[in-house]
């Protein structure tokens, strides 16, 4: 149980392009989702806490019109990347965190994004 | 806020030795601490964690051990496997939020 995937996994733009990337939860339903940033051979930043059917909660410094965030269901957020450049590329991750749980997360595989 | 700092930041160790991972943490009132481990390129899988009502927890080869007074939690890796190469994060709860250490990349040598 508690199967997180994304998608997808690898994904190449052209700057100015927007891109998106979603993140379900397989087999249980997540109140909230959280997106990380991951740059290599670095920790992982927490950029934005999703929570179903209200706004994300963006984290200081994280661009919410660049990072736009959906959460339209308790299996479902996506993390679109708009108007991307070259400084955006990076491995983006993603977590889930089922209602019966406080801190257990879930991680998603990544989608590693790189823009020309 | 909460914060994080894990040392080493690089691990070296011979095949069958032990290997530890240090985290302090700042804010008294946390009281979950995972463990992750990050292979090249894929995500990170949790492969213990800890509450503050206890100060040790064992998994075969893994062992995490919390020190609450200190503020720190520390990983034990014993006869260390060359599988065990990784990149190793642990995590303190913010709320809801987790905030992850640096990281420490160990590299077990055959």
């Known amino acids: 149980g508690a199967v997180v995937s994304q998608h997808p996994s690898r994904v190449i733009c052209k700057s100015g392009t927007s891109v998106k990337i979603e993140c379900r939860s397989l087999?249980?339903?997540?109140?909230?989702m959280f997106w990380y940033r991951q740059f290599p051979k670095q920790s992982l930043m927490l950029m934005a806490t999703s929570n179903e059917g209200s706004k994300a909660t963006y984290e200081q410094g994280v661009e919410k019109d660049k990072f736009l965030i959906n959460h339209a269901s308790l299996t479902l957020s996506t993390l679109t990347v708009t108007s991307a450049h070259p400084e955006d590329s990076s491995f983006y991750i993603c977590?889930?965190?089922?209602?019966?749980?406080?801190?257990?997360?879930?991680f998603g595989p990544g989608t590693r994004l790189t823009v020309t | 806020g909460e914060n994080v700092e894990q040392h080493p930041s690089t691990l070296s160790v011979q095949e069958g030795d032990s290997a530890v991972i240090k985290c302090t943490y700042s804010d008294s009132a946390s009281n979950y601490f995972p463990w992750y481990k990050q292979e090249l390129g894929k995500r990170p899988q949790l492969i213990i964690d800890?509450?503050?009502?206890?100060g040790e927890k064992k998994d075969q080869r893994i062992a995490v051990t919390l020190n609450k007074t200190a503020k720190h939690f520390s990983l034990h890796i014993t006869e260390t496997q060359p599988e065990d190469s990784a990149v190793y994060f642990c995590?303190?709860?913010?709320?809801?939020?987790?905030?992850f250490g640096t990281g420490t990349r160990l590299k077990v040598l055959a």
């Open positions: 087999d249980f339903q997540a109140t909230t």
């Open positions: 995590a303190a709860p913010r709320t809801y939020k987790y905030i």
């Open positions: 977590s889930a965190r089922t209602s019966g749980t406080f801190y257990e997360q879930y």
């Open positions: 800890i509450r503050s009502n206890v």
